[in-house]
């Protein structure tokens, strides 16, 4: 016998609404979470070197929120996962270039999308498990 599942086309569009919905929670869960950040830094009179740092855990946390929230579909949860990392990771560069007064391809861009990724393919991988259970 084999393990594979066969997808049929309600289930991959199943799959995409899933996958919008993950990165529709992480994109306004992050969004949230930045002007709470940016309120609690200006109000405790932080350092801006720890600024990077805030933002990425936020990043994690919410696209690892956005996974565990809506993947609910068995199957392939490590690819959906990863998936919504890389969209999640497009769609935050966009809005926060607007926010920010413009776009800027360097390192950090790199390192969000990397960072989207692999917290995709956990948070991908964490549904799944929670739901086999």
Same mark, same amino acid.
């Given at each position: 016998?084999?393990?594979?599942?066969? *997808?049929?086309?309600?289930?991959?569009? %199943?799959?995409?609404?899933? +996958?919008?919905?993950? !990165? +529709?929670?992480?994109?306004?869960?992050?969004?949230? =979470?930045?002007l709470l950040a940016a309120f609690v830094i200006k109000?405790?009179?932080?350092?801006?070197? =720890? !600024?990077?740092?805030?933002?990425? !855990?936020? %990043?994690?946390? =919410?696209v690892l929120l956005g996974c565990v929230i809506s993947? %609910?579909?068995?199957?392939?949860?490590?690819?959906?996962? +990863?998936? *919504?990392? &890389?969209?999640?990771?497009?769609?935050? #560069?966009?809005?926060?270039?607007?926010?920010?007064?413009?776009?800027? #391809?360097? &390192?950090?861009?790199?390192?969000?999308?990397?960072?989207?990724? !692999?917290?995709?393919?956990?948070?991908?991988?964490?549904?799944? &498990? +929670?739901? %086999?259970?």
């Amino acid at each position: 016998m084999s393990d594979k599942v066969k *997808t049929t086309g309600k289930d991959s569009a %199943r799959y995409i609404i899933e +996958i919008v919905k993950a !990165v +529709i929670i992480a994109t306004v869960a992050s969004l949230l =979470c930045v002007l709470l950040a940016a309120f609690v830094i200006k109000f405790f009179n932080l350092s801006s070197t =720890c !600024v990077p740092i805030i933002n990425q !855990v936020i %990043r994690s946390l =919410c696209v690892l929120l956005g996974c565990v929230i809506s993947l %609910r579909i068995p199957g392939n949860g490590w690819l959906r996962g +990863i998936i *919504t990392g &890389l969209a999640y990771a497009a769609i935050s #560069f966009v809005i926060f270039s607007l926010i920010g007064g413009g776009f800027e #391809f360097d &390192l950090t861009l790199l390192n969000n999308t990397v960072n989207g990724v !692999v917290t995709g393919f956990i948070g991908g991988v964490i549904a799944m &498990l +929670i739901r %086999r259970n």
